[in-house]
C-alpha cells in the first residue's frame, strides 16, 4: 500500500467516480499488473476533490454495495476505502486478498454479511454491463420488499395506508426499509405469539 499525489499519474485501476464504467473481472490483469487505488476522502468532502486532475488511463465505479463501517453502517454507496478496494477485489476475484483487508477491521465480516448475495453475484458477471444489469435487477427487486414482515402485517393497523407518501416507492429512490424483529417491545412480541 502506498500513497499517491494527485498529479502523479497511475496506470492501474482507480476506483473514482468519474469512471464511466464499473470495475469487472475484465480489470483483474490490470489491477496484478499495475494495482488498484481509491480515493481517501471524506464523504462529506467528496466535491473538494480534484477528479479531474488524476491522472489514470482506467478510472471504475463500484456498484451498489451497502457499507459497514462505524461511520456509515447501512448506508448505499458510502464506502470506506477498504470497504471499496476489498469490493473490488472480490468482484474481479481477489477473495483471499480481499478477506485479508477487511480482517484487519472489527467490522469487517459485517461488510461481507451485508453484501454477500451481491458480492457474489457481480463476482459472476464478465464485464461491466453484467454487472449494471445485476445491480438494476436487484434494485428493482428489493422496491418490491415490504415494509413490514407478513406475519407482522396482519396485527397492524391500517392508519398507516391512508397517511400521505405510504407507497412502496420512497423520494430517494431506495428501497423501502424492513422492520428490525430485534427492536419489538416487549408487549408486542407478547401480543405476536398469542
Known amino acids: 500500500m502506498q500513497d499517491l499525489r494527485v498529479n502523479s499519474g497511475f496506470g492501474g485501476i482507480v476506483l473514482s467516480p468519474v469512471g464511466s464504467q ?3 473481472k475484465e ?10 487505488a481509491v480515493v481517501d476522502c471524506s464523504w462529506a468532502r467528496l466535491s473538494d476533490v480534484p477528479f479531474v486532475k488524476l491522472r489514470c488511463g482506467a478510472p471504475r465505479l463500484l456498484p451498489w454495495l451497502v457499507a459497514a463501517n462505524p461511520v456509515n453502517y447501512g448506508r448505499p454507496c458510502e464506502l470506506s476505502c477498504v470497504e471499496a478496494l476489498s469490493a473490488a ?3 474481479c476475484g481477489e477473495e483471499e486478498t480481499a478477506n485479508l483487508l477487511l480482517g484487519k477491521f472489527k467490522w469487517g465480516h459485517a461488510f461481507l454479511s451485508l453484501n454477500r448475495e451481491l458480492l457474489k453475484a457481480y463476482s459472476e458477471c464478465e464485464n461491466s454491463a453484467d454487472i449494471i444489469s445485476v445491480q438494476n435487477s436487484w434494485l428493482s427487486q428489493q422496491r418490491q420488499v415490504p415494509k413490514v414482515p407478513p406475519d407482522a402485517a396482519e396485527g397492524a393497523s391500517n392508519d398507516s395506508e391512508d397517511e400521505e407518501g405510504s407507497s412502496n416507492d420512497s423520494e430517494d429512490g431506495l428501497p423501502p426499509l424492513e422492520r428490525n424483529m430485534n427492536h419489538l417491545s416487549l408487549q408486542e412480541s407478547d401480543d405476536e405469539s398469542e
Open 22 to 24: 464499473c470495475v469487472s
Open 27 to 36: 480489470d483483474y490483469n490490470l489491477i496484478k499488473r499495475k494495482g488498484l
Open 89 to 91: 477485489l472480490l468482484i
